[in-house]
Structure formats: C-alpha cells, structure tokens
C-alpha cells in the first residue's frame, strides 16, 4: 500500500524507527540466548526505516502491521513522557504526539485497507 507523508512526518517517523533500531541493536549485542526473534525485529526495523530515508512508502501487511505496534507503542511512551514534563517541554512532546498520531492515522487507514 503506497502512504503519503509530509516531510515532518516522514523525519519523525524516520527518528522513531532508528531509535527503536539502536535499542534492538543494543538489546541484541548484550543478549547471549535464542535471538531468532530479536534479530528478525531488527531485520524489519532495518527494512522499514531503508524505506522511510528512501521515500519508498510501499509497504506490505505484514510492514503495516509492524508499523501500527511500533507508533502505537512510541505514541503510549510519548503519553507517559508528556504526563511527567514540565510547561516547558510538553508544548514540543504534544505537538510530536500530534503529529505521531497523524502518521499512525494513515498507517492504521493503510492497513485497514489492505
């Protein structure tokens, strides 16, 4: 499914995906047990945001799932985050949040209609 996002969408959405990336790279390096499914997040991860910095929107079910868990997560975390801020940063976590919420809009909107 082909998905249009503006370009501070797209830079947020890159930002999350490498952010999730470095943590799955991170957790991986440290783990010594069965990472077959570690590893394939981080494939996917890998995946989804080569397509993001490439602006090849064209993304498969199993990839609009994924995309839906991942900015749902993020969007629960950013949630939490603006809660716990003071005046001065919660003005910029609720515009990302708003923002984050229009990408997740799409992405759920895509999925659906796959």
Known sequence: MQLRFTLEERKLLAEI???LDFALRNASSSQTGDQDPLRARQMLVE????????AKFEFGCDEL???VEILGDHNRKLG???RSAGNGSAQELQRRRSLLRAILDKVIEACAMA
């Open 80 to 82: 939490d985050e603006l």
């Open 65 to 67: 799932d994924a995309l």
């Open 17 to 19: 995906l490498e952010e």
């Open 47 to 54: 995946d989804l945001l080569d397509q993001v910095i490439d």
